[in-house]
């Protein structure tokens, strides 16, 4: 099993910004993906951004060259830097881990509670 836990959120403007930070422990051995997911009230849960044990990262199209994912390998942590914050952006943002099972496909199984960030305009 691996653990997650969220931290970083809160009440921003607009135009504002937060870091985000999930650390992992347990069998983190099994893992090589993480990333964050966001789900607003009504919407269903979305990718943010993940990034692989390589580094390499995939964004959605609505948050790129506006967040930023990146990894600490050393202190099993993940982190989300996000800029120019929008109202839209308001939602709980989760950190998942998982496995990449072939290109570009991954299995989350590992989810933290979430955190709230919430965008005011």
């Known amino acids: 099993q691996v653990q997650l836990v969220e931290s970083g959120g809160g009440l921003v403007q607009a135009g504002g910004s937060l870091r985000l930070s999930c650390v992992s422990s347990?069998?983190?051995?099994?893992?090589?993906?993480m990333g964050w997911y966001r789900q607003a009230p009504g919407n269903q849960r979305e990718l943010v951004a993940r990034?692989?044990?390589?580094?390499?990262?995939n964004y959605a199209d609505s948050v790129k060259g506006r967040f930023t994912i990146s990894r600490d390998n050393a202190k099993n942590a993940v982190y989300l830097q996000m800029n120019s914050l929008k109202p839209e952006d308001t939602a709980v943002y989760y950190c998942?881990?998982?496995?990449?099972?072939?290109?570009?496909?991954?299995?989350?199984?590992?989810w933290g509670k979430g955190t709230l960030v919430t965008v005011s305009s």
């Open positions: 998942a881990a998982g496995t990449e099972v072939a290109v570009k496909k991954y299995v989350m199984p590992y």
């Open positions: 990034i692989s044990s390589g580094g390499s990262t």
């Open positions: 347990g069998s983190i051995f099994s893992i090589n993906a």
